[in-house]
């Protein structure tokens, strides 16, 4: 059974950098799509950051040029680089991934099917 497991949430000042990771265990690693979702007090499930195995990568609008996703195979983590970071970017972080996203939905939370358990992410004025 896959399983992801995220680390990293905390509280930072605006301006600040956190880096988030996410750890896979199970037969998904590494040929999956992995990506990062967050979800913020009374809002839906908003788009971060996903990577292919195959490297290519993509950013939602409000963190392109701030946040990097990478990925280091030999230790089955996909880390979220956050930098300059805003009172908005406030909420909890989640890992998710899965086995084949289209390029078309690859940004729709409905198309992964395995989920970590969220880190929360605070960032103050």
């Known amino acids: 059974q896959e399983q992801l497991e995220e680390s990293g949430g905390g509280l930072v000042q605006a301006g600040g950098s956190l880096r988030l990771a996410c750890t896979a265990s199970g037969r998904m690693y590494p040929s999956s799509v992995m990506g990062w979702f967050r979800q913020a007090p009374g809002k839906g499930r908003e788009f971060v950051a996903a990577r292919r195995s195959g490297g290519s990568i993509y950013y939602g609008d409000s963190v392109r040029g701030r946040f990097t996703i990478s990925r280091d195979n030999s230790s089955n983590t996909v880390y979220l680089q956050m930098n300059n970071l805003k009172p908005e970017d406030t909420a909890v972080y989640y890992c998710?991934?899965?086995?084949?996203?289209?390029?078309?939905?690859?940004?729709?939370?409905?198309?992964?099917?395995?989920w970590g358990q969220g880190t929360q992410v605070t960032v103050s004025p």
């Open positions: 998710a991934a899965d086995r084949a996203i289209g390029l078309a939905t690859i940004r729709m939370a409905r198309e992964y099917h395995v």
